[in-house]
């Protein structure tokens, strides 16, 4: 075989004949719509992270706290490195939430400002009349860049991590560019930032925030940058549109110690 993409197959004299993967690269989904998938979400792997626990079903060989992963697409990154991206969009929702056990793996509804009845208890999290609770959450659709691939994810950032948020939407709003006519704002998937993440404690609590910054400025004169900023782009009006869903995962009970985060 030349490459891993070529498989054999018997013909009906016993012989092997090559089969190429790459030649039917997207069969079987040509019919799917943006609004028939959702967009993963990249998260901060914690202590109490199911990932991190040996004896749990959900555990990753290798995972530790301080890594960033998605269990759809199957990458640990490491922290300290950090993980590359290009943000393509970014809004601010406030997702209602049951109580951890109670409640399925989506939200019950998602809000764009706390609802009128809301209590706002702390870091960003409102209590309910219906003692459901909804939470400031920073929702970036990113391309995360992993293995020389642009892969479409969703990273939040809720909590103490609201501050980093903040942090990565002033990096977008002060991005400048210089043409004929001289400097103005790109779009904000024009760039490359790191996200690499760094430990916090309070008492006996200890947990992970992002901590972002600037990379590079993509070339669009290169085939490779160009390819990205097209990406980006089309993940970006899909985005706007409410096309381009997250993959909701039940955040942490106001009862964990993960409360914090």
Not at 64 to 70: D, L, V
Not at 127 to 132: D, E, H, I
Not at 216 to 238: F, G, H, N
Request: hydrophobic share 35%.
């Amino acid at each position: 075989m030349s490459n891993n993409t070529d498989m054999v197959q018997k013909n009906s004299a016993g012989a092997l004949s090559p089969v190429s993967l790459r030649s039917d690269a997207g069969k079987g989904t040509e019919e799917l719509k943006s609004s028939d998938k959702s967009t993963v979400i990249l998260k901060i792997l914690h202590q109490l992270s199911p990932e991190c626990n040996t004896r749990n079903a959900k555990y990753v060989e290798g995972a530790k706290p301080g890594m960033i992963y998605s269990g759809s697409m199957g990458s640990l990154i490491d922290g300290d490195k950090g993980l590359e991206v290009v943000v393509c969009h970014t809004h601010t929702r406030y997702p209602e939430w049951q109580e951890r056990g109670d409640s399925a793996a989506a939200p019950v509804g998602t809000h764009i400002n706390p609802p009128a009845d809301a209590v706002e208890e702390k870091n960003g999290k409102y209590r309910l009349s219906n003692g459901n609770y909804c939470e400031k959450t920073m929702y970036f659709f990113v391309l995360a860049l992993i293995n020389g691939e642009a892969r479409r994810a969703v990273i939040t950032m809720r909590s103490s991590n609201l501050t980093p948020g903040r942090e990565l939407n002033d990096l977008i709003d002060n991005l400048r560019v210089k043409d004929a006519q001289g400097s103005f704002k790109p779009a904000a998937f024009a760039a490359v930032f790191n996200l690499k993440t760094v430990g916090k404690n309070w008492g006996d609590k200890s947990w992970h925030v992002y901590k972002p910054s600037k990379v590079r400025m993509l070339d669009v004169s290169k085939p490779e940058d160009l390819s990205i900023y097209e990406t980006a782009k089309k993940l970006q009006e899909e985005a706007f549109a409410g096309a381009a869903k997250p993959k909701y995962e039940q955040v942490a009970s106001t009862k964990s110690k993960e409360d914090i985060i």
